[in-house]
């Protein structure tokens, strides 16, 4: 920033956060020239559609440097392990950090002398066009779960001389589904969901113990009192029915994202200002959903705004396409769904979204919607550009 300052002005540094990490899973996109190099490991989230929309939102920001104060900072976080790493595999404080990126980076500094702090994510259902936003609760609290429940084992053929610690957590994972819909109020927003199950060697072997795992998501801080209670109480009441002991841990990952209200009408604002081909309908429709973010750990210390692009579409076009795909039918299927794949046509719309940020909050203007389009500048035709060149 080369502009002369602005001493006056309430906010000086604004942060823009991009995760980058990929999913350990294997991409399903067997017909993509662009699919995944490195089997069980693949952008099945779009965090590498999220980094080319900060990268670009950068580039055009450095070209109209001279024309921020120079005492104005616009900081670029792009953040790994938002998709969090199992504990004990990172080297950080897992109670802390929920094996997320976030918490390591503030601790290293990211929020130093930051006012506010704005990200984003891709949302493959709903449709291209929309901006979904919210103040309060937009995504939820993430806790995992994991229960061992603790029989004897013996020969499959003489189940009558063990105990089975198979059937009993079958008849865990199933009462366990009751939770929400018999111990919460019908408006109450929440998930329990068994991801794992783990047990037995051999198939004439009833095992030892059986490992159940999985995670609880909800938004108010009740509710989830309300699950911690009930799954202990359900398991060893079960438990005690089969014969069977258990231990049960319940940690907590991500705090609930809550949205601040000023930082929310700004991106309300900035969504409604696009028009013509970037002209978006700004909704509150299906918020929160009960996906998790440690965009959180950013949102409990300094005001901010997390909102979502939808990406849907029926054919593939423009940004998109790829050779030979042009207007076949598209399917993006859903985040961490095995055939994800990220529609580059938000870009545009995710930079220029991020830019009206920025003259937002520090009262400038840097570019019209026409200038961020124009080929000249370098977004419409180097993405498309980096497509074709990873096909080479």
């Known amino acids: 920033a080369t502009a002369p300052a602005k001493n006056d002005h309430p906010i000086k540094c604004i ?3 991009s995760d980058m990490d990929a999913l350990t899973m294997t991409e399903g996109n067997n017909s993509l020239p662009y699919r995944s190099r490195n089997e069980g490991v693949a952008h099945m989230c779009g965090h590498d559609g999220h980094i080319a929309g900060l990268v670009g939102a950068a580039i055009l920001l450095q070209q109209r440097a001279d024309r921020i104060p120079s005492n104005f900072t616009v900081r670029l976080i792009f953040q790994p392990a938002e998709e969090s790493t199992p504990p004990g595999t990172a080297g950080f404080d897992f109670s802390r950090t929920g094996g997320g990126g976030a918490v390591p980076m503030i601790d290293e500094g990211c929020l130093e002398n930051v006012d506010e702090i704005y990200g ?3 949302w493959p259902t709903w449709p291209m066009g929309q901006v979904h936003v919210a103040p309060g609760a937009v995504m939820a609290h993430v806790c995992t779960f994991t229960i061992k429940i603790q029989g004897r084992g013996g020969h499959g053929s003489q189940p009558h001389a063990c105990i089975d610690p198979i059937v009993c957590a079958s008849a865990v994972v199933s009462s366990l589904q009751t939770i929400v819909s018999r111990s919460l109020p019908s408006f109450a927003n929440a998930v329990v969901t068994v991801g794992q199950f783990h047990a037995g ?16 998501r909800d938004v108010d801080d009740t509710v ?3 699950i911690k209670k009930k799954i202990p109480e359900l398991v060893n009441g079960i438990c005690k029915g089969y014969g069977c002991s258990a231990d049960v841990d319940i940690l907590s990952q991500y705090p609930a994202l809550i949205n601040h209200e000023e930082q929310t009408e700004v991106v309300k604002r900035c969504a409604a200002r696009l028009s013509g081909p970037l002209e978006s309908k700004v909704t509150n429709e299906f918020l929160p959903v009960l996906g998790g973010e ?3 750990f950013y949102t409990k210390q300094r005001p901010g705004c997390f909102f979502f692009l939808g990406t849907q579409e ?3 076009t423009a940004l998109a396409a790829f050779d030979g795909s042009n207007d076949a039918p598209r399917s993006n299927c859903i985040c961490h769904g095995t055939t994800f794949d990220f529609n580059d046509n938000v870009l545009p719309r995710a930079i220029a979204m991020l830019l009206g940020i920025v003259e937002d909050r ?8 026409e200038e961020i389009l124009q080929p000249k500048t370098g977004l419409a035709a180097s993405q498309n550009g980096e497509k074709r060149a990873r096909l080479a």
């Open 294 to 296: 440690d965009f959180a």
């Open 224 to 226: 989830f009192a309300t």
């Open 362 to 369: 520090f009262g400038l203007e840097l570019y019209t919607q």
């Open 201 to 216: 060697e051999r198939n004439n072997v009833i095992p030892d113990s059986a490992t159940i795992s999985g995670t609880i």
């Open 15 to 17: 942060a823009l956060r």
């Open 314 to 316: 029926s054919i593939v």
């Open 120 to 122: 984003w994510h891709n």
